[in-house]
């Protein structure tokens, strides 16, 4: 890694002088400059890494050369030299920006320490910087695959909510139906995307441990609680909270969470301090909240709070023309993970793919797509490469409905339909009820009751 570089802006030679000789001991690359156009020069010219700036130039002020720099540079951190110990620009300097100043004359030892946290710092945040960058590509919405129309229906969800003010969003959905992927993918889209993203899952600790890592506890609280410990809500002020398993969470802790919910506020384990955050919540659950509210263990009241904007997540059998997409997206990224050049997939093995029924989604999907690339190395995945369960799929129930029964997009009424199949089933019978009755796979008495109810008796 070539040396990081200092850039000095003082117009006292001496002190000039002396920094740079140090600096350079210190194995900085040093540049300098005797007044603030000169060093802009050089900021222009060279790569800096970090300049020191004195207060009073020749040509112009300190604080003059620092709007500039953070202008043009500000991800360049400055730390300001002062001989005159005004206080109020100095805070002027920290608001416009610099890192941090010194109070001339200074120790040498001090300011090594000074820059030496200042490029820590910067270096961090660059590395921040990129890592979210990373995630932001990573959890965009580009990489939830999904072209059938009830997918495009939860892309456009995820957009109108992601920008919304909306602060509690509900994602349900089978194991493995991408809520996980969805959540991440919301909070990226959103205005929150450089502050945090948070997940807990409720259903991985006791109810007592759960409040303290969402809420905090303030020292002493319990017996191990020998420090202050901030709990995810405060960490991730400004971004996303993602709930896992929401319907694992215990009765106690749900009426906290739903006190904030509606106030925004909270209180640490053991605290009597109103803390107010600015927090969204995004909670999931593969599980049938409506029905654990009728067993007791969930809340009416939180449960209604969390539905105000619901996101389900079809079942990956529910559209099973997203699973060609799905299975080249998993091919493309195994073939660069493990190296390997699958070209594709048989029309066979394809074909067994689109009638399994996929308890497990998409997760399952990408595990057997995973499978058949580590154990194989053919140009295209085959048959034989499935895992027997689906090997041996045979189409069950689903195919009962006859192909081209759809309902379409404006609905349609269930009595209407019921009411037409009672009429076709007579006419195809002429009349026989016992066998209009076998057709319909109801019992005669069933039958007779309908063509009452519909005026065809
Ligand atoms: N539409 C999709 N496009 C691409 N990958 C997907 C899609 N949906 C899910 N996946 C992938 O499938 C796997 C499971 O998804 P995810 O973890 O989001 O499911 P989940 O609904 O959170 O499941 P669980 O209820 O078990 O937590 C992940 O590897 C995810 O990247
Ligand atoms: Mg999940």
Not at 18 to 27: A, Q, Y
Not at 54 to 73: H, Q, S, Y
Not at 260 to 270: A, H, S, W, Y
Not at 272 to 283: F, L, P, Q, S, Y
Request: proline fraction near 4%; glycine fraction near 6%.
């Amino acid at each position: 890694m070539p040396n990081e570089s200092v850039l000095i802006i003082e117009d006292e030679k001496l002190v000039r002088w002396s920094l740079k000789e140090r600096l350079k001991k210190e194995n900085y690359e040093v540049h300098d400059a005797e007044t603030g156009a000169a060093g802009l020069e050089i900021l222009g010219q060279s790569l800096i890494d970090l300049i020191l700036l004195d207060f009073r130039l020749p040509d112009m002020t300190g604080l003059d050369v620092l709007k500039k720099t953070m202008t043009a540079w500000p991800e360049t951190p400055v730390i300001l030299m002062t001989a005159y110990s005004s206080v109020d620009s100095a805070v002027e300097a920290i608001k416009l920006g610099a890192y941090d100043y010194i109070n001339k004359p200074f120790n040498h030892d001090e300011m090594v320490v000074t820059i030496g946290r200042a490029l820590e710092s910067s270096r961090l945040r660059r590395e921040v910087r990129h890592l979210r960058a990373e995630q932001q590509a990573r959890y965009g919405l580009s990489n939830i695959i999904g072209r059938s129309p009830a997918m495009q229906e939860v892309f456009r969800l995820i957009e109108k909510i992601a920008m919304s003010q909306a602060t509690t969003i509900l994602l349900t959905g089978e194991s493995g139906s991408g809520k996980d992927l969805v959540a991440k993918a919301i909070h990226y889209a959103s205005n929150r995307m450089n502050q945090p993203f948070m997940t807990i899952t409720c259903s991985a600790l006791p109810e007592t441990l759960l409040e303290s890592e969402l809420m905090g506890h303030e020292k002493g609280s319990f017996t191990d609680a020998r420090f202050l410990k901030k709990g995810l809500f405060e960490l991730a002020d400004g971004g996303t909270v993602f709930l896992d398993e929401i319907g694992d969470m215990g009765v106690l802790l749900q009426a906290k969470l739903l006190r904030f919910l509606q106030e925004k506020t909270f209180k640490r384990v053991g605290g009597v301090k109103d803390i107010t955050v600015d927090v969204r919540i995004i909670a999931a659950t593969n599980r049938d909240l409506g029905k654990a509210v009728q067993d007791g263990r969930f809340r009416e009241d939180l449960f209604y709070r969390l539905k105000v904007i619901p996101v389900s997540l079809p079942a990956l059998r529910e559209r099973r023309e997203d699973i060609p997409a799905l299975v080249k997206f998993f091919i493309d990224g195994f073939n660069r993970e493990f190296k390997k050049s699958t070209r594709g997939i048989t029309g066979e093995a394809l074909e067994h793919l689109m009638a399994y029924a996929w308890p497990g989604n998409v997760r399952e999907l990408r595990n057997v797509i995973e499978r058949a690339m580590i154990l194989e190395n053919k140009p295209e995945i085959a048959l034989e490469d499935l895992p027997r369960e689906i090997r041996d799929w045979v189409q069950q129930e689903d195919s009962v409905v006859p192909d081209g029964f759809r309902l379409p997009e404006s609905g349609f009424s269930l009595k209407q339909i019921e009411q037409e199949m009672v009429r076709q089933a007579l006419d195809k019978t002429a009349g026989n009820q016992s066998r209009a009755a076998r057709l319909l796979s109801v019992s005669r008495d069933t039958l007779r009751y309908k063509m009452k109810k519909y005026g065809l008796l």
